[in-house]
């Protein structure tokens, strides 16, 4: 089946630095990809889809300064938390598509961003 | 807009027993329903989907669920539940693409 892969799965940073996530397409390509935010305990709340080639599209209420994203080939995007503070700690997914548009998903492993 | 209610936040079985999760939707033409389970620090994988057709559809882990369009409902069941079930359990809907909307989700413990 196909496999995304995020990496780091977890990431301790201070207050004002930034981070990058990746996640990868390991076995397919995939144009577009989808970054979630989840909390402990809750949903998942759909920050931004990530396009190949273009621009993201965050979703309202998704500061696009703060949570850049970079989809720069067809099986690797990245959300970057920019300027992070202990407030943007979460869990972070993402997820791709295989081909149809169908909603069928695969998802990253996730990865736990802790700011100091 | 589309959206997913799962009304209950904990349910706790016994290992060997029936198991059904409730999930109710608003779409307003023919959804296309998920259910997703994640692991503790884990991403999500996709337990079963329903698109169109047969309205009782088999999963993964001997998991099924019904769509009932009456009750805009989509619950999730399993005969005989394992101790490795114990997960956090989204439904989720979409009306065609990727975007997808997630229920709050429904955390099972189950007992041995």
């Known amino acids: 089946g196909a496999v995304v892969s995020q990496h780091p799965s977890w990431v301790i940073c201070k207050s004002g630095t930034s981070v990058k996530i990746e996640c990868r397409s390991l076995d397919f390509q995939a144009t577009t990809m989808f970054w979630y935010r989840q909390f402990p305990k809750q949903s998942l709340m759909l920050m931004a889809t990530s396009n190949e080639g273009s621009k993201a599209t965050y979703e309202q209420g998704v500061e696009k300064d703060k949570f850049l994203i970079n989809h720069a080939s067809l099986t690797l995007s990245t959300l970057t938390v920019t300027s992070a503070h202990p407030e943007d700690s979460s869990f972070y997914i993402c997820?791709?598509?295989?081909?149809?548009?169908?909603?069928?998903?695969?998802f990253g492993e996730g990865s736990r961003l802790t700011v100091l | 807009a589309q959206s997913v209610t799962q009304p209950d936040i904990h349910i706790t079985v016994s290992e060997g027993a029936s198991l059904e999760l409730r999930c109710n939707y608003s779409?307003?033409?023919?959804?296309?329903l998920f259910w997703y389970v994640q692991s503790p620090g884990q991403g999500l994988q996709l337990l079963l989907k329903?698109?169109?057709?047969?309205?009782l559809v088999q999963g993964i882990k001997g998991f099924e669920a019904e769509f009932k369009r009456s009750q805009s409902s989509f619950n999730l069941r399993k005969p005989s539940v394992h101790w490795s079930d114990a997960a956090e359990y989204f439904c989720?809907?979409?009306?065609?693409?990727?975007?997808?909307?997630f229920g709050t989700g429904t955390q099972l413990k189950v007992e041995l």
């Open positions: 779409y307003g033409a023919t959804p296309y």
């Open positions: 989720a809907v979409t009306g065609g693409g990727n975007k997808l909307t």
């Open positions: 997820s791709a598509g295989q081909g149809a548009n169908t909603g069928e998903l695969f």
């Open positions: 329903y698109f169109s057709g047969d309205t």
